[in-house]
Nanobody, 126 residues
């Protein structure tokens, strides 16, 4: 059974940092491409960051480049998202996801997601 479980969300002030974690089970963790997505109230779910299964390649939404860093620890079967200099527009429900297919600078839309976590809420106050 595949399970993706997020943690680390919270309510912070603009300019603060948060680190999200996602523990994964039921998948060959070191062999799958994983990502973070988010959904703000009234908006569609959107891609935030993706990391290749081999871990050396990552891609980011333009709005988070230079502020967010995606990483993975194969020994712990855990995916991370370090979020710095948070802005109110970063507010939303953040989801961990396993992609169906991966290619450099490829399709990271929600249709390419095979499995989702349940989400963790991030609220950034101005």
């Amino acid at each position: 059974q595949v399970q993706l479980t997020e943690s680390g969300g919270g309510s912070v002030q603009a300019g603060d940092s948060l680190k999200l974690a996602c523990t994964v089970s039921g998948l060959p963790f070191s062999s799958v491409a994983l990502g973070w997505y988010r959904q703000a109230p009234g908006n569609e779910r959107e891609f935030v960051a993706v990391i290749a299964h081999y871990g050396d390649e990552s891609w980011y939404h333009d709005s988070v480049k230079g502020r967010f860093t995606i990483s993975k620890d194969n020994a712990k079967n855990t995916l991370y998202l370090q979020m710095n200099n948070l802005k109110p527009e970063d507010t939303g429900l953040y989801y961990c996801a396993k992609l169906s297919t991966y290619a450099p600078n490829g399709d990271y839309g929600t249709r390419n997601v095979r499995f989702w976590g349940q989400g963790t809420q991030v609220t950034v106050n101005s």
